[in-house]
């Protein structure tokens, strides 16, 4: 059983380097979605895709972040010159949606933890 | 946009004893409401869920209650176990339409002493 793949598990980076998390979603699904979780509080909604259109992004995601879905299947997350503050567990989601299938569940990654010294 | 408040943030049971955690949320064209279940070092897992056509919802050990005109939902954990230490998560979101987005509250961390 293939689940939502995300790597690095695990970035540590200094302050002002760039850093890019990838997400394997369920090969199937055609929505995928990118969450952010700092410690002790739940998920925020940072953008979503479906195939390869990014059809929304939250005010959370700054210009300084940057999501792609090249070709429907994996995604990219890039944060340039990182920040302290963004320093948070970068979670991925997919799911199936299309006229007959849409049960709202979304399947999450283990999530790719970013440090920033 | 929605907001989902979520409480208790901790809640420590006995095994074997019940645990209840309550969420209300603001938006009222919210439509789906599901918890899921967050363990250390691990992605949330969706445990149940419950559409705003229904009233409740049982698989097993557990439940969900939801009561639309006062726009709040429960989870409700009996017989609890060592292994449903973790932390849970309520969330809702909006139809298809809406992107099917979740927002998510606080979380509670739930804490089974055998």
């Known amino acids: 059983d293939t689940g939502v793949s995300q790597n690095p598990r695990h970035k540590i980076t200094k302050r002002g380097q760039n850093v890019t998390f990838r997400c394997d979603p369920i090969?199937?699904?055609?929505?995928l979605y990118w969450y952010r979780q700092t410690l002790g509080q739940g998920p925020e909604f940072l953008t979503y895709?479906?195939?390869?259109?990014?059809?929304?992004k939250s005010r959370l995601l700054s210009d300084r972040f940057s999501a792609e879905r090249p070709k429907g299947s994996f995604s990219t997350l890039e944060i340039q010159r990182t920040e302290q503050g963004d320093s948070a567990m970068y979670l991925c989601?997919?799911?199936?949606?299309?006229?007959?299938?849409?049960?709202?569940?979304?399947?999450f990654g283990e999530g790719s933890r970013l440090t920033v010294l | 946009g929605e907001n989902v408040e979520q409480h208790p943030s901790t809640l420590s049971v006995q095994e074997g004893d019940s645990a209840v955690i309550k969420c209300t949320y603001s938006?009222?064209?919210?439509?789906?409401f599901p918890w899921y279940k967050q363990e250390l070092g691990k992605g949330p897992q969706l445990i149940i869920d419950?559409?705003?056509?229904?009233g409740e919802k049982k698989d097993q050990r557990i439940a969900v209650t939801l009561n639309k005109t006062a726009k709040h939902f429960s989870l409700h954990i009996t017989e609890t176990q060592p292994e449903d230490s973790a932390v849970y998560f309520c969330?809702?979101?909006?139809?298809?339409?809406?992107?099917?987005?979740?927002?998510f509250g606080g979380g509670t961390r739930v804490l089974v002493k055998p």
């Open positions: 895709f479906q195939n390869e259109a990014q059809l929304e």
């Open positions: 938006d009222s064209a919210s439509n789906y």
């Open positions: 419950i559409r705003s056509n229904v």
């Open positions: 989601a997919s799911s199936l949606v299309s006229d007959r299938i849409n049960t709202g569940e979304l399947f």
């Open positions: 969330a809702a979101s909006k139809p298809k339409a809406a992107g099917n987005k979740l927002t």
């Open positions: 090969s199937e699904h055609n929505r």
